[in-house]
């Protein structure tokens, strides 16, 4: 590595340093979600239609947010506890994976009637898509990933793991599934051509890792963890463990940017932080960006950043957009 590349990341009683290069995020949008309170989950866009789906947890409620006018103009009631949320274009097709009655909600996005209620079990979570396959991918229960077939609204199969699979990432170059399982203190591998889990990756004495992203090009995961709090790089292959840097406070999304090398966390302490990634091996803190307190997940479409702010004493619940310079 260069010699102006070998930059010191450490965190003092003060906080996180990040490295001095210009910024790399401007915020260029808030959106109020009037009369929202509590926990605010994740969020997926309409990209072509112009859409923000944003889960307002608490309130059993989806938002539907035109991200060009700056508004929200629908509001999906009865969705009992949404967690995680999937716009899929290919098959025009919303779905919401509910804890309150642990289903997966099959909605119509441009009506948004209810087209089928998946049963699945308890704590339903996050949702993946393989369109090579048509197929949904949920996290429920303590321990199950339920595969669903898109075209008949059916769960088709339940694959049983050691732990509540939080955030997982299916990667499109092989058939492996990167899931993080933060109650087994590992991160599972598993292979849907094979159907069993293939491998694990131990954490050690890293806690509540709940967040992941990829970048398949160079073969990296990039994980989140919150006891301690640590933005960690893994070999997709052999599941070693290449570095680790320090993170802010409750971070619940993270998302790879291939164009500009860059990995972005949002963290429930007030911070989105700005990963540049050097190489395969080398990773720096370029920038931390102030937001505001329960900020923890967002939605990356390539060039902006929507953060979902949840309400707290004398800050109303808002979207906060983000573009990336």
Known sequence: MNTPLKIVLFATALGIVPVSWAESLTLVQTVPLVGVTGKLDHSSLDVAGGRLFASAWAMNEVKVIDVKAGKVIHTIENLPK???????????RFYAATEGDGALHVINPQDYSTISVIPLGEDADNIRYDAKTNRLYVGYEDGALGVIDAATNKLIRKVVLKAHPEAFAL???DSRV??????GHNVT????DLDKVVAEWPMGTVEDNFTITVDEADHRAFIGSRKPP???VYDIDTGREITRLPVHGNTDD???DAKRK???????????DVYSQI???????????????????????????YLSVQDSKGHPAEIRCYQVQ
């Not at 990167?178 to 109650?183: G, V």
């Not at 591998?189 to 849907?192: A, E, L, S, T």
């Not at 860059?262 to 989105?272: F, H, R």
């Open 262 to 272: 860059q990995i972005y966390a949002s963290c429930g302490e007030g911070y989105i």
């Open 189 to 192: 591998i598993y292979d849907r």
């Open 279 to 305: 190489d395969a091996d080398h990773y720096v803190l370029k920038e931390t960006v102030k937001t505001a307190p329960l900020g923890r997940t967002c939605a990356f479409d390539g060039d902006r950043i």
């Open 82 to 92: 949404p967690q995680g949320v999937l716009y899929v274009p290919e098959l025009q």
């Open 178 to 183: 990167i899931l993080n399982t933060p109650h």
């Open 171 to 173: 990667l499109t170059q």
């Open 254 to 256: 993270f998302h790879y």
């Open 230 to 232: 640590y933005f960690l």
